[in-house]
């Protein structure tokens, strides 16, 4: 699926009529990464539908590639009927295993050959035989299936690269989306899976492969009529806890970093304040000290109570106007949060119109 080169009107009952094709539950998962912006999210489903077609080549590759090695491994341990086989059906598959090629051998006809059935089993399958349980199958063939493997590279490192592969082909294959993926990490991994097989089929894979390309094509921001919080992000900010200093969090203010952010015990964030609220705070404790205080004895948490907490965390896809709404109500600072909640950046009210 190629990127329209002519312009598509996105009416109002064209939007309504894909809306409900679509069906709402999926539609709202682009809606919410568009930020409310229909148009936006139409255009981050057709990328997340060209980036799955992108991956229909690499992701066939190294799914044939696996499976062919795998049963070559199994022709010369069991012979070249080895789906029949007592010796690997009852010795060798776990029940799972076992009924997955059961299942094969019934969707490939009556007396199918090993080709058939080989053709019916899943990835699935495949990246199974990498399990812990099946280490007498690798003990001493790991290196015959993978003869390009770099020394020390371990049975469960493969095979947990294939469990991702396969988690990714899955939601390729069931149209869920990829926007919040590595998507450059999971190619990398197909081409490397392909390679400890053949370096030369790897190659031609990632010669040939668009994912590159495609990716390149995401929809941004201003791009699709849509600002998000992210683009607004400053990254110069410091982290503390309530039970960190004052004096340690002065000597981490400077002209760049004028904003901390405030962690819990598991690194979530609490509360976010300046170098103004701590100005604020040393000048309210000195007043009655004769103008002196000893911030080592003060700590983030006395600041906190003493001025509350005018902060909130909200996700960096959302649309800035959202942050903008806040800080026009009050909040001295926005906290934006990545899709695995960890803190992408800030954006402080101070020396701000909004």
């Known amino acids: 699926m190629a990127e329209s080169q002519v312009p598509y009107s996105n009416l109002p009952h064209q939007i309504a009529a894909i809306r409900a094709s679509l069906s709402e ?89 090993r080709d058939h059935v080989v053709a019916e089993l899943t990835f699935d399958f495949w990246s199974n035989l990498l399990r812990p349980e099946y280490g007498s199958l690798w003990r001493t063939s790991l290196n015959v299936v993978f003869p390009n493997l770099v020394r020390g590279t371990t049975r469960h490192q493969i095979q947990a690269k294939a469990r991702e592969i396969n988690r990714f082909r899955n939601r390729v294959a069931h149209h869920e989306p990829v926007l919040d993926l590595n998507i450059t990490d999971i190619h990398a991994k197909i081409v490397e899976l392909a390679g400890l097989r053949c370096a030369e089929t790897a190659a031609w894979l990632r010669h040939h492969s668009t994912v590159g390309i495609v990716t390149r094509t995401r929809p941004r921001g201003a791009a699709a009529g849509f600002t998000s919080v992210e683009t607004r992000l400053a990254t110069d900010f410091v982290t503390v806890t309530e039970t960190t200093t004052l004096d340690a969090v002065a000597h981490q203010f400077d002209r760049k970093n004028q904003v901390a952010v405030c962690l819990d015990d598991r690194g979530s964030p609490v509360a976010a304040f300046g170098a103004l609220e701590l100005t604020q705070y040393i000048s309210k404790v000195a007043k009655p000290n004769g103008g002196l205080v000893a911030l080592d004895e003060h700590t983030v948490k006395s600041l906190l109570e003493a001025y509350g907490r005018r902060w909130i965390a909200i996700s960096a896809s959302d649309p800035f106007s959202n942050a903008a709404e806040h800080l026009l109500k009050g909040m001295e600072f926005v906290v934006g949060l990545d899709a695995n909640g960890d803190i992408a950046g800030v954006i402080p009210r101070a020396l701000r119109r909004y």
């Not at 998962?29 to 139409?42: F, N, R, V």
């Not at 991956?55 to 199994?74: H, Q, S």
């Open 25 to 113: 539950p999926r539609f709202s998962t682009y809606l919410a990464k568009g930020g409310g912006d229909e148009g936006y999210a139409i255009a981050l489903y057709l990328y997340n539908a060209r980036v799955a077609k992108a991956f229909m080549y690499p992701l066939g590759v190294v799914e044939v590639t696996l499976r062919n090695a795998i049963d070559a491994l199994l022709v010369a341990q069991h012979g070249p009927a080895w789906q029949l086989e007592p010796s690997f059906r009852d010795s060798v598959l776990m029940p799972d295993g076992l009924s997955a090629l059961d299942t094969a051998i019934r969707r490939a006809g009556v007396q199918p050959t």
